[in-house]
C-alpha cells in the first residue's frame, strides 16, 4: 500500500481525535499547514491570534524557538497525507516558508535563533535521504550530554557496534577510540534514552596542531589543507556518529549542526558510510574526494566532505539548498512504516 495512503486514513484518526479537544474549525487546515512546515509561528501560518492559540492548546503541539511544532510521529503523518492528496498545496506551502525563513535568517543577530532557523530550513529540504535521516517520523524524549572518563566503557561498546554495523575493522576502530577517549573524552557527544541508558553517540575533533594525531588517520592528504586555514578556523572534524534509534540519531545530528552554525565553523566529515555519503550530497556539503587508503579496511574508502557554517557562508549554503527543492533521492517511507511510528 502506498505509504501516502496509509498515512492518510491516519492523519484523518488523529483530526479526529483531536475534535475531541476542540470543535471542527479552521484549526484543522491551519494543523495541516503547521505540520507541513515542521515549525511555524503565526505569520507564517498567516493565522489570526484566536487560531494560533487555538492550535497552541491541542495536545501534541508544543512550543519551540520557532513558533509551535506537532510532535512525532503525528506531524510526519499529517504532513506525508498532504503530500500525497495535494502535492502542489504541499509545494507551495514550502515555498512560503523557506522565503519566510530565509528573510528571517537574513536579519537575525542572534547565533543560536540563526541555527534554529537554518535547521528550518533544513527541514524543508526536499531530499529523501536529508528527511528521512534528519526528520524521521520517529518520537524522541531523549537528551545528550558530553561524555566524562566514567563513560568509556559505554563509549566503547557503541563504537564496537558502530564498527562492526559498517563492515569496519574492529581492532583499528578500538585503537582510535582509545585514542580519542586519552586525548579527550568530551568530544563524544552521548544520547541517552529515557531510561538513563547512552543509545548513541557522536565524536568531533578539533582540528589544530594538538589534534593532529587523531585527525590525520581519518583525513591523511586533506589534513594539511584544514590545518593551512587561519589560526582558530580549522573547525571539526566528525569522526563518528552512531545511534540505531532513527529518532535519537536525528536528534544528536541536528544537534551537532545547531552547534557548529552557532559556532560559525567549519564541518568536515570522513565517512567510508554510502548512507552518511547520501546525507552530506543532500545537504549540499562540498565533496573533496577520498583518503589514499582503506582506513577502516572494510572496502571503502572513506569520502571527506565539508561545509563553512560562518555567517558569511551561510546564505549561500541555504541557497543551494533551497535550489535543491524538488530533487528526491533514496526511498519514501513504506506503509508499514508509517503504521509502525503510530
Request: hydrophobic fraction near 40%.
Amino acid at each position: 500500500t502506498a505509504a501516502g495512503a496509509v498515512a492518510d486514513g491516519a492523519a484523518r484518526e488523529i483530526v479526529e481525535r483531536l475534535s475531541r479537544e476542540r470543535p471542527t474549525g479552521p484549526w484543522q487546515q491551519a494543523l495541516v499547514r503547521l505540520a507541513t512546515v515542521w515549525s511555524a509561528d503565526e505569520e507564517l501560518l498567516d493565522a489570526e491570534t484566536e487560531l494560533f492559540d487555538t492550535l497552541a492548546g491541542l495536545s501534541p503541539v508544543v512550543p519551540t524557538e520557532l513558533g509551535l511544532t506537532l510532535t512525532e510521529p503525528f506531524r510526519g503523518v499529517i504532513e506525508l497525507a498532504h503530500r500525497w492528496r495535494r502535492p502542489a498545496a504541499h509545494r507551495g506551502t514550502w515555498a512560503r516558508a523557506l522565503a519566510h525563513r530565509k528573510k528571517l535568517l537574513a536579519d537575525e543577530p542572534s547565533a543560536d535563533r540563526r541555527s534554529r532557523l537554518t535547521e528550518g530550513i533544513i527541514a524543508l529540504a526536499d531530499d529523501d535521504a536529508v528527511r528521512e535521516t534528519m526528520f524521521p517520523i520517529s518520537v524522541t524524549r531523549d537528551v545528550i550530554h558530553t561524555a566524562t572518563p566514567d563513560d568509556a566503557d559505554a563509549i566503547g561498546t557503541l563504537m564496537r557496534q558502530w564498527a562492526r554495523q559498517g563492515g569496519l575493522d574492529t581492532r583499528w576502530t578500538d585503537r582510535l577510540v582509545e585514542r580519542w577517549l586519552v586525548d579527550d573524552p568530551a568530544s563524544f557527544q552521548l544520547i541517552r534514552d529515557g531510561g538513563d541508558r547512552i543509545i548513541g553517540l557522536t565524536n568531533t575533533q578539533q582540528v589544530t596542531e594538538r589534534t593532529v594525531n587523531c585527525v590525520e588517520p581519518l583525513l591523511q592528504q586533506h589534513t594539511d589543507r584544514l590545518l593551512d586555514r587561519p589560526r582558530g578556523t580549522g573547525g571539526w572534524l566528525l569522526g563518528a556518529a552512531y545511534c540505531p534509534d532513527r529518532g535519537a540519531h536525528a536528534h544528536l545530528l541536528r544537534g551537532l549542526l545547531r552547534q557548529v552554525i552557532m559556532g560559525g565553523l567549519l564541518l568536515t566529515v570522513s565517512t567510508p558510510n554510502p548512507d552518511y555519503q547520501r546525507l552530506l550530497r543532500g545537504l549540499r556539503f562540498q565533496r573533496h574526494g577520498t583518503t589514499t587508503d582503506d582506513v577502516y579496511r572494510c572496502g571503502r574508502k572513506p569520502e571527506i566532505f565539508s561545509q563553512d557554517f560562518g555567517s558569511a557562508a551561510l546564505p549561500d549554503w541555504t541557497e543551494r539548498l533551497a535550489r535543491a527543492s524538488g530533487v528526491r533521492r533514496g526511498p519514501r517511507p513504506t506503509g508499514q512504516e508509517v503504521a509502525r511510528a503510530l
